[in-house]
């Protein structure tokens, strides 16, 4: 019973920086797709 | 920074520390004789919990270095150590309970340690809440800075909860006092896991910082576009 509590908190605590990580990443990819689809809208438009 | 110690190379680096900690913690350090194995959720939860309070001296270093200096820098620094540390706070309200129960018998007491951690753990959504839902520029900066500054008195709370009162949470294991310390091989291994955490927490903060500067540039784009 006690080993599961030692189980339980180490993959909680691995799930949550996974969780994290994973967020921070998908944000990140989110905005450079944004950046390069402005970057190209800005250098296309009529000057 | 980033030429010196590439993200890539501070990943590589941290995964390789926790390695090394995971087998100190569970191959190296002592089997604990009176809380047996479930003592090892220790070499978790007082460096995440270490962390969660560095990060929130973060918080409050940069909140004042932003109203002081208007530091775009400093702000940015601050906002990214709030949500890291509130990871890492989450993770000290999770690994607690799970070492109270087969401990005290309970999963939760609210004495002043564990009270001041909710209580900080209820800051940091404060401070996200606050960065997401002001969407006035300027005023947001100022308002979560205000928070990050007042919050600091929590976190000192926090810190001298268990050296203040007497508390169901047990006392310091560092500057406790005489009779406080632990065996030398658990110092060690805590001292490498904690290591572990900070290097990550860096880590963390880093990529959290990158992705404020992204943003700035996708807004700067934006505005650029419109006008």
């Not at chain 2, 401070?127 to 205000?146: D, F, I, Q, T, W």
């Not at chain 2, 001292?191 to 807004?219: I, P």
Request: hydrophobic content about 55%; charged content about 15%.
């Amino acid at each position: 019973m006690v080993n599961t509590f030692l189980f339980l908190a180490y993959s909680f605590v691995w799930l949550i920086f996974m969780l994290y990580a994973w967020n921070v990443s998908r944000r990140y990819e989110k905005l450079r797709r944004e950046l390069e689809d402005l970057k190209a809208k800005v250098e296309n438009r009529p000057k | 920074m980033k030429k010196i110690f590439p993200p890539t190379v501070h990943l590589a680096v941290t995964l390789v520390w926790f390695i090394v900690a995971l087998y100190m913690i569970f191959l190296y350090a002592p089997r604990e004789l009176t809380m047996g194995e479930v003592q090892r959720i220790f070499y978790i939860h007082f460096p995440s919990a270490c962390t969660a309070l560095l990060a929130y001296f973060f918080v409050f270093l940069g909140s004042t270095v932003y109203l002081w200096k208007r530091s775009r820098a400093a702000d940015d620094f601050a906002c990214a150590s709030a949500e890291v540390g509130f990871i890492f706070c989450c993770c000290v309200l999770v690994t607690g309970p799970l070492w109270a129960k087969p401990a005290w018998g309970i999963w939760w007491t609210w004495d002043a340690r564990l009270t001041s951690t909710f209580i900080l753990w209820l800051l940091y959504i404060a401070y996200l809440m606050l960065r997401s839902y002001v969407v006035n520029p300027g005023r947001v900066e100022v308002l979560s800075a205000v928070v990050g500054v007042i919050g600091f008195v929590d976190a000192i709370i926090d810190y001298m909860a268990i050296r203040w009162w007497r508390t169901q949470h047990p006392q310091p294991v560092i500057a406790g006092g005489p009779g406080s310390g632990l065996e030398p091989r658990m110092w060690l291994t805590v001292f490498v896991a904690w290591g572990a955490f900070l290097c990550l927490f860096a880590y963390l903060v880093r990529q959290r910082m990158a992705l404020a500067e992204l943003r700035r540039g996708v807004g700067a784009l934006r505005r650029e576009l419109v006008s």
